[in-house]
């Protein structure tokens, strides 16, 4: 399930309220995430949690490969009120990145994978549901192309990405950037996560 967003409108939204595009990013899903939820009789008490990957390479190292840390932060799809919500992500993604600094780049690689742990262990065969995982969602935002990219003459309209879910982990949420717009990928489950459109739907209406 796919969904397009301007970036510009999401950041000056985000902003009035201290947050960074990945904070709008985040208060989209969980909004969708809630709203989904709440129709499936379904929606947890506790806030939902999710695992954002974070670039841990220093400004201007043009060095090849991934480094990626991790962070855990809040959806808060236990608050109703979407500013209050917002608000209680952006609080929620600062104490995360506080708890990373001061941290060696090898040190971060460590903690992101006890963060991983969990769901590594959820993958032996009857795990699931035994361990508790870390987190519910992956949510990932990939910079993309500020220009427009064609092929043949052909103008790429939107980049969609396409990500894994994992045994006991039905839903990725993935984002690409491309030309001033937000491209939001939901992969899932169909067993576990039905009617996933919806999901896309209501991230656009939010």
Same mark, same amino acid.
Request: aromatic share 10%; charged share 20%; glycine share 14%.
């Given at each position: 399930?796919?969904?397009?967003?301007?970036?510009?409108?999401?950041?000056?939204?985000?902003?009035?309220?201290?947050?960074?595009?990945?904070?709008?990013?985040?208060?989209?899903?969980?909004?969708?995430?809630?709203?989904?939820?709440l129709e499936q009789n379904e929606l947890p008490a506790e806030a939902m949690t999710t695992m954002l990957p974070?670039?841990?390479?220093p400004k201007g190292d043009q060095g090849g490969g991934n480094e990626v840390g991790a962070i855990l932060a809040s959806f808060a799809t236990d608050v109703a009120d979407p500013v209050e919500r917002l608000r209680t992500i952006v609080a929620s993604t600062k104490r995360a990145k506080q708890q990373l600094e001061g941290m060696s780049r090898n040190a971060l690689i460590q903690y992101a994978a006890l963060l991983l742990t969990p769901m590594l262990l959820s993958q032996v065969p009857g795990a699931a549901g035994?361990?508790?995982p870390a987190f519910n969602v992956v949510v990932s935002n990939v910079p993309g192309p500020e220009q427009p990219l064609y092929f043949r003459g052909w103008r790429a309209e939107?980049? =969609?990405? $396409?990500?894994?879910?994992?045994? /006991? =982990?039905? $839903?990725?949420?993935?984002?690409? /950037? =491309?030309?001033?717009?937000?491209?939001?990928?939901?992969?899932?489950?169909r067993d576990t996560v039905p009617h996933l459109q919806r999901l896309a739907v209501y991230a656009g209406e939010a």
């Open positions: 399930a796919t969904q397009r967003v301007s970036v510009d409108r999401l950041r000056r939204v985000v902003r009035q309220h201290g947050g960074t595009l990945n904070d709008g990013i985040l208060a989209l899903t969980g909004a969708a995430l809630r709203r989904f939820l974070v670039n841990i390479r035994r361990v508790r939107a980049i =969609y990405p $396409l990500s894994i879910p994992f045994h /006991g =982990y039905g $839903l990725n949420v993935t984002v690409g /950037g =491309y030309v001033g717009e937000l491209d939001f990928g939901f992969t899932g489950c």
